[in-house]
């Protein structure tokens, strides 16, 4: 298994790629067995197993874009808040992409 995590911002990236989380952070939506499972508590935050991590592959790229990095076949794609960000037609647009992974 390989997960693709993107972004547009290289912060956001670099944070999630260190793999740190705090408390609220891990409250939502994370059952307590997974946390428990997954992740070590480090002082205040949730530090995710080295595991998880080396399967996340990391990719600065903005769906907006007319031209998308080169990317696998996909069995499922998440777009957890972010077509919030974006007008009926850039979403189409982003659904279209999708499909054709």
Same mark, same amino acid.
Request: glycine share 4%.
């Given at each position: 298994m *390989?997960? /693709? ?6 912060? !956001? #990236? ?7 989380? @705090? ?5 939502? @939506?994370? $059952?307590? $067995?997974?946390?428990? *499972?997954?992740?070590q508590?480090?002082?205040?935050e949730?530090q /995710? +197993? *080295?595991?998880?991590? +080396? #399967? %996340?592959?990391f ?7 007319d !031209?998308? $990095? +080169?990317? $696998? *076949? ?9 077509? /919030?960000?974006?007008? %009926? ?8 992409r999708?499909?054709?992974?």
């Amino acid at each position: 298994m *390989k997960i /693709i995590a993107s972004d547009l911002c290289s912060g !956001i #990236l670099e944070r999630a790629q260190a793999g740190r989380f @705090g408390q609220l952070e891990v409250n939502r @939506g994370l $059952p307590a $067995p997974l946390l428990l *499972k997954y992740f070590q508590r480090e002082g205040l935050e949730w530090q /995710i +197993s *080295k595991n998880v991590r +080396s #399967l %996340v592959q990391f990719r600065q790229f903005n769906l907006a874009d007319d !031209i998308w $990095p +080169s990317l $696998p *076949k996909m069995d499922v794609v998440f777009l957890r808040n972010v077509l /919030i960000y974006f007008d %009926v037609s850039t979403k189409k647009q982003i659904f279209r992409r999708i499909r054709t992974l």
